[in-house]
């Protein structure tokens, strides 16, 4: 059989169809959980052994949920508003800062990212 998509989104054949359906932005573990359970297929079930029918069931039942580019352009659109707004969680958002109330004094390096201004040992040796 060809390539199995989702959403324009190709799954990978050997995975069982519960994990391939997470590689599709907007379906995490319980929502696959309720896809599987509305398409009437197990969910341990691998990607390569489903045929059109059962394809054509899930695309129907996955097609129910905001997924893919309409959920991205939703998401950054409340962050642009939050932006314009000027609110707290847009400035934070704007200066590349954690949102929810986390510290910065230490931790918060994936929002802030590596530490400038470091001093090397090559620098240091001359």
Known sequence: MTVVRIQ??????NKHIRIALQSVYGIGNSRALKICAK????????VKTLDDEKVRRIQ??????????DLR?????????????????????????P???QRT?????????PRGNRISK???EK
């Open 39 to 46: 398409a009437g297929i197990p969910e341990t079930t691998k």
């Open 105 to 113: 004094r230490t931790n918060a390096r994936t929002r802030k990212g």
């Open 8 to 13: 324009n989104v190709p799954l990978e054949p």
């Open 73 to 97: 352009r939703e998401v950054s659109m409340r962050i642009k508003r939050l932006r314009d707004i000027g609110c707290y969680r847009g400035k934070r958002h704007r200066s590349g800062l």
């Open 99 to 101: 949102v929810r109330g």
């Open 122 to 124: 090559e620098s240091k």
């Open 60 to 69: 129907e039942a996955v097609s129910e949920f905001t997924t893919e580019g």
